[in-house]
């Protein structure tokens, strides 16, 4: 028998859960460790509420989860309850699929005034991760900023931009609808340190810009090369600089406008007790693709900003790391004897969903390589004693079926899924 933990319970965790089983049938148990008492990672506190089809990849993590050789146990942080030694003496092989979960830093001047927050922070806010639901995001208005040319900077300005029916059939939390309610947002920017040909956005998250009831997305058509050059990109590409063409000749007027500012580079924030503006410097592109500035500057009236510009594994005790890249120090995946990383913690914040399940195959193979085909190691039962000297409280996945049973019950019909937002109120959902 081979013991395995995997740390996180994200994409990255339970491919590499189903990878294990594919590849060892019977001769595998597996225990997925999380320190929140629910599963799923960013599924369930990074990917918009209003995005519901892609939400549903979880059913099919509860199927590895509802086998014999996978168990959750929630509520365990490693590195803190429980230390990587600990781990390593009781399973023939730890794999670290514990994410991206801090923002990078926003570093210019005035990032740290309040109101401007990192796209981590503000997503979780609105999808009810305990970490973040106590954020309150200045929604004064009327000028909001979102820094980045990613799906994240899409995501933030929709959520900014959507009316409450549009919110229906989401699983928005109650807070985060009450306050965007009332918001006084008129004028969502979108910063980009490039060109339209050199955005990360994804042709069905910016398609749905242009189908919003009261906003209305914005590109200045002299921000694009000739229409020629659209050719040589590949067809996602072009199909999403074709969106932004047609939003350049967008003219209706709606309540909320949602501007595209390609060739901007933040500088600074300004305002005296709170952010109210962005410093902004134009740039151009250099021969080799890069941004430059080209020392005209302007200012942007933000009472919000949001930092879309990538996130950094959080280190944990004991695993050698990579400063510079913000994730685990890896080859391949390999980190040392028995440790091992895998999707967001292994490769920095790229990539979709599906992109960790190749990733948890890679590990699956690896540890086809490295381990023994029984060690004698202890296992799950040496986990239970373990945690039982700690005193730690698990929650396990007939408890997060109990919790999410809980949710969906609390949603009234057609109003939004509302989440519990606390580890405690998690707690008492599971009803013990
Ligand atoms: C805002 C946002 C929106 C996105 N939207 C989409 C989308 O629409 N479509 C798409 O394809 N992709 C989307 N992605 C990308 C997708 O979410 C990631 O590819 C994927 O979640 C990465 O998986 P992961 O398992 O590596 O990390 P995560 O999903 O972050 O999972 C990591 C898990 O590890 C746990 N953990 C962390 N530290 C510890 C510790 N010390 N001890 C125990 N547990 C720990 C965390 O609680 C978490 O459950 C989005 C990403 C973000 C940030």
């Avoid at 990255?12 to 799923?40: H, S, W």
């Avoid at 801090?102 to 401007?116: F, M, N, S, T, Y």
């Avoid at 540890?367 to 040496?382: N, Q, T, Y």
Wanted: glycine share 12%; with cysteine; net charge negative.
């Amino acid at each position: 028998m081979r013991h395995v933990a995997i740390i996180g319970s994200g994409p990255a965790g339970y491919y590499t859960a189903e990878a294990c089983q594919k590849t060892f049938g019977d001769a595998v148990r597996i225990d997925i460790i999380d320190r929140l008492p629910v599963p799923f990672g960013l599924i369930r506190s990074g990917v918009a509420p209003d995005h519901q089809s892609i939400k549903h990849v979880s059913r099919r993590y509860e199927a590895v989860a509802l086998t014999d050789n996978v168990r959750f146990v929630g509520n365990v942080t490693i590195g803190d309850q429980i230390s990587i030694e600990e781990l390593l003496g009781l399973y023939d092989a730890v794999v670290l699929a514990t994410g991206a979960p801090a923002d990078r830093p926003l570093d210019i001047p005035g990032a740290e005034l309040p109101g401007v927050v990192g796209s981590a922070a503000f997503v979780g806010w609105y999808n009810g991760h305990p970490d973040h639901a106590a954020l309150a995001p200045v929604l004064d208005g009327p000028g909001a900023v979102v820094i980045g040319n990613g799906n994240v900077a899409l995501d933030v300005a929709r959520i900014l931009a959507k009316t409450e029916a549009e919110f229906a059939a989401s699983d928005i939390v109650a807070h985060a609808l009450d306050a965007l309610r009332g918001h006084a947002i008129n004028r969502v920017t979108i910063l980009g340190r490039r060109g339209p040909h050199q955005i990360a956005m994804t042709p069905k998250e910016l398609g749905e810009l242009g189908h919003l009831e009261r906003a209305i997305p914005r590109v200045d058509a002299a921000d694009f090369p000739p229409i020629e050059d659209d050719t040589a990109l590949d067809p996602g590409q072009r199909k999403s600089v074709a969106l932004l063409r047609g939003f350049a000749e967008a003219a209706k007027a709606k309540p909320i406008e949602i501007l595209f500012d390609f060739f901007a580079r933040p500088v600074a924030i300004e305002g005296e007790s709170r952010a109210e503006r962005v410093i902004v410097e134009r740039t151009r592109l250099t021969a080799d693709g890069a941004a430059e500035g080209t020392g005209e500057t302007y200012a942007v009236p933000a009472g919000l900003v949001v930092s879309c510009i990538g996130y950094r594994t959080s280190p944990i005790p004991g695993v050698p790391f990579d400063t510079r890249a913000g994730r685990f120090a890896n080859d391949e995946g390999r980190i040392a004897p028995g440790l091992y990383a895998v999707g967001w913690a292994r490769r920095g914040p790229t990539g979709t969903i599906g992109t960790n399940r190749p990733d948890g195959f890679l590990i699956a193979e690896h540890l086809a390589k490295d381990l023994p085909d029984d060690s004698g190691k202890a296992g799950r039962p040496g986990l239970d004693a373990l945690l039982a000297t700690h005193g730690v409280d698990v929650v396990t996945f007939r408890d997060w079926q109990l919790i999410d049973k809980a949710e969906i019950d609390r949603a009234r019909d057609g109003a939004p899924r509302e989440k519990f937002t606390s580890i405690e109120t998690l707690l008492g959902a599971r009803g013990g």
